[in-house]
């Protein structure tokens, strides 16, 4: 079989297979976005593309399976809360835009496969952020609860979010053109005669889909639902926490014994309200990292 060469345009991050002047070519076999995106140093001539070969698809469907791995292998110890938040008509991402590179600004991609995603650590920041902000006349218990979750230095949480990858992407470029340079770094008057500075920077484009997981700790639950039953006055928060708990796999559910005792969950109601109320990534102030429409 004849070996198909793909290219990427480093005007706008797309791939394809089209042969043009003054073109770069690469390894297919060796290629990696990140170091591509972030490590190489483009000469200022005229060429259009560098190569890119279709087993991103291939890629995505390995973390999609190996991150299911990971799942059945921690369901001894921990149960698998309904995942499947499918985002679509969401706005440009720009995550990791501080990231070290060679360009002026960066992207958050997989070290390894060269992909973006959504760090575990960022979306559990913001999700313990929002929910904090939204108790904030909570009392003390609905606060202990809140650390009890989302953990502290010292302690570690019982609940575990996985990095999100996207099902599908589109990387893109986007430009940012500050004015006032020498008014921003000397300190000098914020003058209409100071020359714009554009600059290009990476975004994952609108319409991507991304999956996220998250676990919890199956003694931790149990324990929660012995509460339950108990003459204990919940608070809003406490029901709340307990309710996005129980939004479980049903086989999980089943080996507990619990099937018929559990209302109906809230835990990705909770969750996409989140995502819809607090953007992700850098720029947000301006329409960044905004999920609009999840099924």
Request: proline share 3%; aromatic share 14%; with cysteine.
């Amino acid at each position: 079989m004849a070996k198909c060469k793909f290219y990427l345009n480093t005007d706008n991050l797309r791939f394809d297979t089209l042969e043009r002047s003054n073109n770069v070519e690469l390894d297919s076999n060796n290629i990696n976005n990140n170091l591509i995106l972030n490590k190489y140093i483009y000469e200022k001539i005229d060429f259009k593309n560098y190569k890119f070969n279709q087993s991103f698809q291939s890629l995505l469907e390995y973390i999609k399976e190996k991150q299911e791995h990971i799942v059945e292998l921690y369901k001894d110890n921990y149960i698998c809360c309904k995942e499947s938040f499918s985002l679509n008509e969401c706005s440009k991402l720009a995550i990791g835009l501080g990231e070290v590179s060679v360009r002026e600004v960066s992207i958050k991609l997989d070290h390894i496969y060269g992909i973006p995603f959504i760090p575990a650590s960022s979306l559990k920041g913001a999700f313990r952020s929002y929910l904090n902000e939204k108790y904030s006349k909570s009392n003390n218990k609905e606060n202990i609860i809140i650390t009890e979750l989302f953990g502290t230095e010292d302690k570690k949480g019982k609940i575990i979010f996985f990095d999100a990858y996207p099902e599908k992407f589109q990387l893109g470029l986007d430009i940012m053109t500050p004015h006032y340079i020498k008014y921003y770094s000397n300190g000098e008057k914020p003058l209409d005669s100071l020359k714009p500075n554009p600059i290009k920077f990476p975004v994952v484009k609108e319409g991507a889909k991304f999956k996220f997981t998250i676990l919890c700790e199956k003694n931790y639950f149990i324990e929660l639902n012995k509460l339950s039953k108990e003459k204990f006055k919940f608070t809003t928060l406490y029901k709340k926490l307990k309710h996005m708990l129980d939004n479980l796999n049903r086989a999980d559910l089943k080996k507990l014994g619990e099937k018929n005792k559990f209302k109906k969950s809230n835990i990705q109601k909770e969750f996409e309200q989140f995502l819809k109320k607090k953007p992700l990534g850098a720029k947000t102030s301006v329409g960044y990292g905004c999920f609009e429409k999840l099924k």
